[in-house]
């Protein structure tokens, strides 16, 4: 069976892809929020809807969790992925309403080979817009991907 994964020769600084897009739903959101992040902007209709939001809005880990799986299906399934190590310069721009439709855009940005013969380090800008296509989130995905003959 022949392997099309991309291995980390393959990868070049400044490609882009986009990983697809995924609905938010109340529902969803209440579901999450109330198990890991119980604000009241986040479970409270009624102290939501006097907030500085008007209404409310999914959890950011929502987001970011619900952008981290695009991004794992839309493009760290095609390379050689051996798993992540970390993220760095999360951050909301824009709060994300009930019943908005995710997109999520992957760059990769720095590659680095390393010392290791098996693998190599990238660095990923992940940025997710909302329905009207304004940015909600930015993170930095810190990558390791197997390089093609490694041992």
């Excluded at 609905?23 to 929020?33: G, K, N, S």
């Excluded at 109330?34 to 959890?59: K, N, T």
């Excluded at 994300?96 to 760059?107: A, W």
Aim: glycine share 12%; net charge negative; with cysteine.
């Amino acid at each position: 069976m022949p392997d099309d994964r991309r291995y980390f020769e393959d990868l070049t600084v400044g490609e882009t892809h986009d990983c697809g897009s995924i609905e938010v739903t109340r529902e969803e959101m209440l579901d999450f929020a109330e198990r890991y992040d119980p604000q009241p902007i986040h479970v409270d209709p009624a102290a939501a809807s006097e907030s500085m939001f008007g209404g409310l809005v999914a959890s950011g880990w929502l987001t970011c969790a619900l952008s981290a799986r695009l991004l794992v299906q839309g493009y760290m399934n095609d390379t050689a992925s051996l798993g992540g190590r970390g993220m760095d310069d999360v951050r909301w721009h824009a709060p994300v309403y009930p019943d908005t439709t995710l997109s999520v855009t992957v760059e990769l940005v720095e590659k680095h080979a390393g010392e290791n013969p098996a693998f190599g380090h990238t660095r990923v800008t992940v940025t997710t817009t909302g329905g009207e296509g304004e940015t909600v989130l930015t993170m930095d995905g810190l990558g390791i991907v197997a390089k093609r003959d490694g041992r």
